[in-house]
């Protein structure tokens, strides 16, 4: 039996943030392994016109529930959602709910959190930091409580190349801005973000990292534990391989490349794609939520659940040469243009030269190979390019891609559109795309060192069956099989595809082959021509090469002619 497993039974469990995607998984697996729990309550709001309830009975009836319902048959009995905003003072709890809360709970996850990196400044303070706060206030007042195991990010403090498992200092006190944001007025916020934020990429991963900080100055006499998960991915194997549900990350980033309207991207080739299987962080937290309340740690202990420094993997390839299990497809730039040529040389280069530095890359595994080709054998529905994928860590390439891959076919097709009576609509799409894609381009042209020293020890802490249970060991990851899962869980859970649509799909790929190189012999005898009449040079070259063809074709003709 699994010491984890019966520690949750009899427990009433806060979850803040429990419709996102971190939160659902959390509550599938503690209800799957832990069916004798006494209640989970989740802090919901209402929202897109749905009730608590029928946002609850939506999750519930979803296919990620589908085995709990087998083993907790009674499972909508046992969530209990209380209306919270946790935008509003007291989260506008209502007065019993909030008694209810505070004699029951047990043990706190706090998930909820605005993962947008646009957000302003204020709603990610409000959410980020002050929610926290107020949480831990109210956790404070928990007789029963045993454990608040609080969900930060790696990137947190992202502003350092090595992070280790402890609590950074912010330049400004939480405190501080907390107060400051209640009497400023939007404009001159605005005005003093980039100040603050300083060498933070974004406000998000500020503002988790001032929520760390609060944890840390809040915590009083609680037990407290913070989780920092790098890139959460889809579901590495439970309840089943592949499960995702938001376009967050890398979601975003595949559906764009599988429906080839990404086809270029600014990432560093060898940088570490820091994916983490949302299950394996489950798997972290439930084992770290045990250990708090057990074990009681006399300091706030950090968590890093990451992948690069056991198991890497890179966003692109350094060819088929490194991975013994890449689809031992070169990574080709199937367009034939000298730039492209030039890129994929640089990167050849590159390559080289970062595989010396680090011989430790060597067996890492190459994300954008492995995606490109599942694409071939799980092709998404009406695609409007082929997909294709070209990585660049030159500024000035990128913005050649970005002209000619992205602009360029979004203003052609619009121009269609347009001709055939209908509203223009692929432009606006294509700049969306890219103000997302230089978002995340912060993320994909670095690498960071995490210290897992907590999250090892803990590991070694679990007994076998434990081990089993609530794994996170990800170096018994296997990419080439997990990528081919996310992308096939894309395509059934976020773009609801049918796997039915499969051949005709390959045939609309094979058709948009056809008239991409179509397209591009029309281009090049275009341009040829062109430059025939402008160029006596290049008459000479072309007279040249007819010439040579017709007396290899001569020759090759003659000599089969004496072979008869
Ligand atoms: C050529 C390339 C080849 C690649 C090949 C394959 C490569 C290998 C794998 C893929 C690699 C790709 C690289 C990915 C890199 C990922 C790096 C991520 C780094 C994260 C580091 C930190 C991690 C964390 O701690 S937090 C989690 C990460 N957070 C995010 O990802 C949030 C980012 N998102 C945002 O900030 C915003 O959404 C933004 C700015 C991107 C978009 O804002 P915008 O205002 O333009 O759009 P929205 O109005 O928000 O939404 C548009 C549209 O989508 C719907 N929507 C929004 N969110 C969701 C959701 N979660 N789920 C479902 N749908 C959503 C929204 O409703 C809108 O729909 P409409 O119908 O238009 O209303
Ligand atoms: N996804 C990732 O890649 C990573 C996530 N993390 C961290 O994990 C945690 C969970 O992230 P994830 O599940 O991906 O995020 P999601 O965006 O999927 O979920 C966010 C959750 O917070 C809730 N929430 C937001 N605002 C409010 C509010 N005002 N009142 C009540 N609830 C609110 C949302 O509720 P609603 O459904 O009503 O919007 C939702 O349940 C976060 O703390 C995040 O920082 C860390 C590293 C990576």
């Known amino acids: 039996m699994s010491t984890i497993a019966a520690f949750y039974g009899g427990k009433s469990i806060l979850i803040t943030g429990a419709t996102g995607f971190l939160g659902k998984v959390l509550m599938e697996k503690l209800f799957r392994t832990s069916p004798d729990l006494k209640v989970i309550y989740i802090l919901v709001r209402p929202k897109a016109g749905q009730t608590l309830q029928q946002r609850v009975f939506q999750i519930l009836d979803s296919k990620l529930f589908e085995k709990v319902k087998e083993v907790c048959p009674n499972v909508h009995e046992k969530i209990r959602a209380i209306y919270a905003d946790l935008n509003q003072n007291d989260f506008a709890i209502s007065k019993e709910d909030m008694q209810e809360l505070l004699s029951c709970t047990n043990i706190i996850f ?85 100040k603050l934020i300083r060498d933070w990429p974004n406000i998000y991963t500020y503002t988790k990292a001032l929520g760390e900080m609060v944890v840390q100055q809040e915590s009083r006499n609680l037990n407290i534990a913070i989780i920092r998960p790098s890139i959460v991915g889809a579901t590495w194997q439970e309840p089943f391989p592949g499960w995702v549900d938001n376009i967050n990350g890398p979601n975003g980033i595949i559906i764009a490349t599988g429906k080839g309207f990404l086809r270029a991207i600014k990432a560093t080739p060898m940088a570490v794609a820091d994916v983490i299987p949302v299950d394996t962080v489950v798997n972290l937290m439930l084992a770290v939520g045990w250990y708090t309340a057990v074990h009681r740690p006399k300091s706030t202990l950090v968590y890093h659940i990451t992948s690069g420094n056991m198991n890497p993997c890179n966003w692109h390839k350094m060819g088929n040469t490194t991975s013994t299990h890449s689809s031992g497809k070169p990574w080709c730039h199937t367009e034939s243009s000298i730039a492209g040529q030039l890129d994929t040389v640089a990167h050849f280069i590159i390559g080289f030269e970062l595989k010396n530095a680090f011989p430790r890359m060597e067996n890492t595994w190459h994300a954008g190979v492995q995606v490109l080709a599942t694409f071939e054998k799980i092709p998404f529905e009406r695609p409007f390019r082929r997909p294709n994928a070209n990585f660049t860590s030159n500024s000035f390439t990128s913005q050649y891609w970005n002209a000619v891959s992205h602009r ?99 045939q609309r790929l094979k058709r948009l082959r056809n008239i991409h190189y179509l397209f591009n012999t029309a281009l090049f005898l275009i341009a040829w021509r062109l430059l025939i009449a402008r160029s006596q040079m290049a008459r000479n070259v072309w007279f040249f090469i007819v010439s040579f063809c017709y007396k290899f074709l001569s020759y090759f003709r003659a000599s089969s002619t004496l072979k008869v």
Not at 475 to 481: G, H, I, P, T
């Open 110 to 194: 706090h998930c909820a959190a605005t993962v947008r990196f646009d957000d302003t400044l204020r709603h990610a303070v409000q959410l980020n930091v002050t929610a926290t706060r107020q949480l831990l206030l109210m956790a404070s007042q928990m007789p029963k409580l045993e454990a608040f195991i609080h969900i930060s990010t790696a990137y947190s403090n992202c502003n350092l190349k090595h992070i280790d498992e402890v609590i950074y200092p912010c330049p400004v006190e939480p405190k501080k801005i907390i107060d400051s944001l209640e009497w400023l007025d939007d404009a001159i916020i605005d005005e003093i973000t980039p």
């Open 408 to 506: 360029a076919p979004a203003i052609i097709y619009d121009c269609y559109l347009r001709l055939t009576g209908r509203k223009p609509r692929m432009t606006k799409l294509m700049n969306r795309l890219l103000r997302t894609v230089s978002m995340l381009e912060y993320f994909i042209n670095r690498s960071w060192e995490w210290s897992t020293y907590n999250t090892e020890m803990l590991m070694s802490e679990l007994s076998p069956e434990d081990q089993r249970v609530f794994n996170f060991d990800v170096r018994q990851l296997n990419w080439l099989e997990y990528i081919e899962n996310y992308v096939l869980g894309v395509k059934k859970y976020l773009l609801k595809e049918d796997m039915a649509g499969i051949p005709k799909a390959k």
